[in-house]
């Protein structure tokens, strides 16, 4: 049945696939794209380079067609008068003279306008409900692998800034440790100086009365006996 679906809405011609895309963006049903919840502010936000224009994929057309096939409508209805329309295609005639020779062979098969319109609704309808399981899991993709990120990245730029802050009073710090360690030095050095000028005061005093006391006591010796 889906290989069936598939000759119905697809022809291998080339230039219908690119007819049935057009057509398709001029349909009266309204397509509602889901929207995003949330956002992050502009300024954390990683901008998205933009996507390329949309294409008619197997992967996707396999979907809605299964749609079509899950809620297919037994007897003759849209999708058998569809079939019919798409046979008449490759003979020569106006839109008008193809639908009117389809329903003359789905009158047969006892169809009316009312009820060929009517299954049609039912089958965009679930083609309705299979856009809204898309917009879903769309939505949950995006929450998942782009708004998730967006989370990520504000906690990164936060930790970033914590860490450039404790960086900045660190440096500081540094510099204020670098001159006290600067002014130590200068103060080592002074008092280097110090204790050195002070030892030698003490040794030069210190010779000058012991050298006294040594000669007066060989004078002892040698005068007092």
């Known amino acids: 049945m889906l290989k069936k679906l598939k000759s119905i809405f697809i022809v291998d011609d080339g230039k219908s696939e690119k007819k049935t895309v057009e057509q398709s963006t001029k349909s009266p049903v309204k397509k509602t794209a889901p929207t995003a919840q949330g956002t992050a502010p502009s300024n954390t936000n990683v901008q998205p380079v933009a996507a390329g224009k949309g294409k008619v994929t197997e992967k996707f057309t396999q979907i809605l067609l299964g749609a079509l096939e899950k809620n297919n409508i037994d007897g003759f209805d849209y999708l058998e008068f569809k079939q019919s329309l798409q046979s008449l295609k490759k003979m020569s005639m106006d839109d008008q003279t193809r639908y009117q020779s389809a329903y003359a062979m789905a009158q047969t098969m006892g169809a ?4 060929l319109i009517e299954t049609a609704q039912h089958y965009i309808k679930a083609l309705q409900t299979e856009e809204q399981k898309f917009g879903q899991a769309l939505a949950n993709q995006k929450s998942k692998q782009i708004d998730g990120k967006q989370d990520g990245i504000k906690k990164m730029e936060m930790s970033i800034r914590q860490k450039a802050e404790q960086i900045q009073k660190l440096s500081k710090e540094i510099e204020t440790h ?3 360690m600067e002014a130590m030095k200068s103060q080592i050095s002074t008092s280097a100086v110090k204790v050195q000028q002070t030892k030698n005061d003490f040794e030069a005093s210190y010779k000058m009365v012991i050298n006294q006391i040594l000669v ?3 004078n ?3 005068y007092l006996k």
């Open 112 to 115: 009316s306008p009312k009820y």
């Open 178 to 180: 670098q001159k006290d």
């Open 216 to 218: 007066d006591v060989e």
């Open 220 to 222: 002892m010796k040698k």
